[in-house]
């Protein structure tokens, strides 16, 4: 089968071998796959597989099962850049009705990293207020909607103006950080209970001055870097919580967890249409090197697919 597999830091599309399912585990051919930033950083050698997965990247797809036809999305600890993959069958989500296999790769890690981040680890409620950064990304633009369909109210940061009216016409009430300060700009409108942050540096310390007493932190990257300094007497003021946290390195009990979860809250939502990805570009298999370095450059506003195969498969049950 074709791959785009990874070799001294640079991604190749080259013939491996198909992968062998262990126990609990089918085989799906794979018709798209989801691009994340993750991704990139595999590439580069700075967010390896765990052990046993292909130096291979791709967190997420969508296709068929090989032993029953069934048309699946999937979560993947990664090895998804490739034509045939192995997963835990737990890890499996059914097509949403109405969408066909192109919608539905765009759903598995977005929808599963932010119950992870928003729901487990930030705790957050309905009629909170809720600040997520780089909201036009394929975390962001979901984490937007899944939050006003769950009763919150949602601030976001964008980097131009397309992306700020991208992240309003999901419902957020979002600002250009590149024209404008966004922690007097959210003290103004009187502070938030959860913040979810991509950026790291010195937005954590941002983070905090615009956070309301018992408020919660949830960091999931460090893209402008991990060193961080910060006046620490607010955490106590404020009673403030920061944690961090990564999917890929949860267990197969807890991945299965967020897929059980998704399909009671999130699913209804997707069918209501209340939650949707935007997909803005499908690149082909041999184009992925393309794909990253149009995401490289934050050029993107939600997600962006490889197409290894046809979408005719639609959930119209």
């Not at 765009?106 to 119950?115: F, G, H, K, R, S």
């Not at 007097?184 to 941002?206: E, F, H, P, T």
């Not at 403030?240 to 991945?255: D, F, Q, V």
């Not at 069918?271 to 393309?290: D, S």
Request: net charge negative.
């Amino acid at each position: 089968m074709q791959a785009q597999r990874i070799e001294d830091g640079v991604m190749r599309l080259q013939s491996v071998a198909k992968p062998e399912p262990n126990a609990g585990e089918v085989l799906v051919k794979v018709h798209y796959a989801g691009i994340n930033r993750a991704d990139l950083m595999q590439v580069e050698g700075t967010y390896p597989p765990p052990e046993g997965v292909p130096n291979i990247p791709g967190l997420e797809i969508a296709g068929t099962r090989m032993d029953t036809g069934e048309a699946v999305c999937a979560l993947l600890p990664g090895a998804g850049y490739a034509e045939v993959v192995s997963v835990h069958e737990d890890h499996l989500l059914p097509i949403p009705e109405g969408y066909d296999l192109r919608q539905a790769a765009a759903l598995p890690e977005a929808v599963l990293t932010n119950l992870m981040a928003l729901w487990d680890v930030g705790e957050v409620a309905p009629g909170e207020v809720v600040l997520i950064h780089g909201g036009s990304g394929g975390i962001g633009h979901m984490a937007i909607q899944m939050l006003i369909a769950y009763g919150c109210t949602v601030f976001s940061t964008a980097g131009t103006d397309a992306k700020v009216a991208f992240c309003e016409s999901l419902g957020a009430t979002a600002i250009n950080y590149n024209s404008g300060d966004f922690v007097d700009w959210i003290k103004a409108q009187g502070g938030v209970d959860v913040v979810l942050d991509m950026v790291g540096c010195d937005y954590i310390s941002r983070n905090m001055k615009c956070m309301r007493r018992n408020g919660r932190l949830v960091s999931l990257a460090f893209l402008q870097g991990s060193k961080v300094e910060i006046q620490a007497g607010g955490l106590l003021l404020k009673q403030l919580r920061w944690s961090g946290c990564t999917l890929r390195s949860r267990s197969n009990a807890e991945k299965a967890a967020y897929v059980a979860r998704a399909r009671e809250l999130v699913w209804p939502w997707i069918v209501e249409g209340r939650v949707a990805p935007h997909i803005e570009a499908v690149y082909p298999l041999e184009a992925a090197a393309k794909a990253h370095e149009h995401m490289r450059n934050y050029l993107h506003m939600g997600k962006l697919l490889l197409e290894l195969g046809p979408s005719s498969t639609t959930n119209n049950r």
